[in-house]
C-alpha cells in the first residue's frame, strides 16, 4: 500500500510537527534538507510529508490527495471542517483577539464599526453572537496596519506574546478563543486505513506529552 500522506503547514508549526516526529523516533532528514522540494519521505518511507501553506493543508486533506493534515484551529475555524480533527497538538499556540488603538472605548456609541481582519468568517461570528452589525475588510496579513492607517475601528487577529499590538500602540480588547495546532484527517482515510492513521495519532498524542 502507498504510504500515508501528510500536509504540514509550511514554517513554525512545520518545525514543531517535525521535532514532535523526531520524539517518536522518525528519520526527519530528508524534510530538515529539503531544498526547494515539497513532497518529501519521513523514515524509511513510513510516510510522506507534503508542504503547504495553512488553507491549502485542509483543501488537500478534504479533497482525500493528502490522508492527514497538521494545521493550526485559526484556519480550521476560519475555513470550515469537512474533515475529521482527532488531536490537539499542544503546539502553535495563540488566540485569537479583538485589538485597537490603546485607551479607545469600543463597545460605546452607535456608529457602526468597521473591522479589518484576516479571518472575515471569524470576525462576523463573532459579531453575530453579540448581535452587533460591524463592516468587515479583509486584509492578507499585518492587520495591524488598519487601525493606524485609519481604515477600521479595530482588528480581529491572531495574538501571540503580544508584541506587535504593543510595538504598534495597540491593545486587546476583548479574548475571542484559544488557537492551537490540530491533526486533521480525511474522513475515507479515517475509515480505510483507520488501524496506521490511529496507531500513528496514538504516537503523536504520546510524544506530546513526553511519554513516548
Ligand atoms: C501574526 C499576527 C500578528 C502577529 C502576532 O502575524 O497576524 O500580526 O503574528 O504575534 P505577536 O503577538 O507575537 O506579536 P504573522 O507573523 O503570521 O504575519 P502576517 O501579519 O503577515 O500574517
Do not use: W
Amino acid at each position: 500500500m502507498k504510504s500515508l500522506r501528510i500536509a504540514l503547514t509550511k514554517g513554525r508549526l512545520e518545525k514543531d510537527t517535525v521535532a514532535l516526529f523526531e520524539k517518536i523516533g522518525f528519520d526527519c532528514s530528508a524534510v530538515k534538507n529539503k531544498g526547494r522540494k515539497l513532497i518529501l519521505p519521513v523514515g524509511d518511507n513510513q510516510f510522506e510529508v507534503v508542504l503547504a501553506k495553512a488553507a491549502d493543508v485542509i483543501t488537500y486533506v478534504e479533497h482525500g490527495v493528502c490522508d492527514l493534515g497538521v494545521v493550526g484551529k485559526d484556519t480550521i475555524l476560519e475555513h470550515g471542517s469537512g474533515f475529521y480533527e482527532v488531536l490537539d497538538l499542544g503546539f502553535g499556540k495563540c488566540k485569537f483577539a479583538l485589538a485597537g488603538p490603546k485607551n479607545k472605548e469600543f463597545f460605546s456609541g452607535y456608529s457602526s464599526k468597521t473591522i479589518a481582519t484576516k479571518y472575515p468568517n471569524v470576525a462576523r461570528n463573532y459579531f453575530e453572537n453579540k448581535g452587533m452589525d460591524v463592516r468587515i475588510i479583509k486584509i492578507e496579513g499585518s492587520v495591524e496596519l488598519a487601525p493606524l492607517l485609519g481604515l477600521s475601528d479595530a482588528i480581529v487577529d491572531i495574538v501571540e506574546t503580544g508584541s506587535t499590538l504593543k510595538e504598534n500602540g495597540l491593545e486587546v480588547i476583548e479574548s475571542i478563543c484559544n488557537i492551537s495546532a490540530r491533526l486533521i484527517v480525511n474522513a475515507a482515510s479515517l475509515k480505510i486505513r483507520k488501524a496506521e492513521i490511529e496507531s500513528l495519532a496514538e504516537r503523536m498524542d504520546r510524544a506530546k506529552e513526553g511519554t513516548e
